[in-house]
């Protein structure tokens, strides 16, 4: 079995067509999409019909949720560009789409962690800043829960660890914005370093998963022109770069 992993789309279809074309060469299996899709400065509703025509296997992530909640005013930037842009019929797709799923035996999706779709898996907030999760602090985000291999996003860096009893957690970095700041639960910042648009690729082998990362170009300086004219600068700036 070898699967595509996506997360954290965020709109920018181009980015989307970009990875889609590279996983189809790989010889995939299945493609799954582990939520963050839609919210940004982009491209959200011509994005929602994309996937919603591919019907991969899709978990939501927490912009889906924000975005769903209700009063736009009350929304960050990201979640009310792409709920003034989405369709009714969109928004339905969005809602009917689960949290947490296992697309086939022994793999489990989710955002963040098995209980959160804001905490991070792989990475750790302090007041210093993000730093690499320990492996005691994964182990404990991991829990008992039962799946050799478990895909995770919504921290937009490409990382991975597999645990003392065999579970390969993946994180398979960001489709579409490769950097972000964020205040909670201290001030940080998470950049990818390069402009990229990055999946993984997860292969069953006899002897358990192993991930291989991907970084692949696409038109990134069109979709920070995008993104200005929409009056996002910050946004301009991690696509066009990779970092904040």
Excluded at 37 to 63: C, E, F, V, W
Excluded at 77 to 88: I, K, T, Y
Excluded at 221 to 232: D, H, I, K, P, Q
Aim: glycine letters at 8%; hydrophobic letters at 40%.
């Amino acid at each position: 079995m070898k699967i595509a992993a996506l997360s954290d789309i965020h709109g920018n279809l181009a980015a989307l067509d970009a990875v889609l074309d590279d996983a189809r060469g790989q010889a995939v299996d299945l493609i799954v999409n582990l939520g963050d899709m839609l919210s940004g400065a982009l491209y959200p509703s011509q994005t929602a019909d994309r996937l919603m025509a591919l019907g991969l296997p899709t978990i939501k992530g927490n912009h889906e949720r924000q975005l769903l909640a209700g009063d736009p005013d009350r929304m960050g930037l990201s979640d009310r560009f792409a709920h003034h842009q989405l369709r009714a019929d969109q928004l339905a797709w969005l809602r009917d789409l689960p949290v947490t799923s296992r697309p086939v035996d022994g793999v489990l999706l989710v955002h963040g962690t098995p209980s959160s779709d804001l905490d991070y898996f792989l990475e750790t907030v302090t007041a210093s800043g993000c730093r690499a999760a320990t492996r005691a602090e994964v182990e404990s985000r991991a829990g008992d829960v039962e799946a050799a291999l478990i895909l995770c996003g919504h921290t937009h860096l490409q990382r991975s660890m597999k645990l003392d009893d065999g579970r390969l957690i993946v994180n398979p970095g960001s489709v579409g914005l490769p950097a972000y700041e964020d205040e909670h639960p201290f001030p940080h910042r998470m950049q990818a370093g390069s402009p990229h648009a990055r999946y993984a690729i997860v292969t069953e082998h006899a002897s358990g998963w192993e991930v291989e990362f991907k970084a692949v170009e696409y038109d990134w300086n069109a979709a920070a022109n995008v993104a200005a004219s929409n009056g996002r600068p910050e946004w301009e700036r991690a696509l066009r770069t990779g970092y904040c």
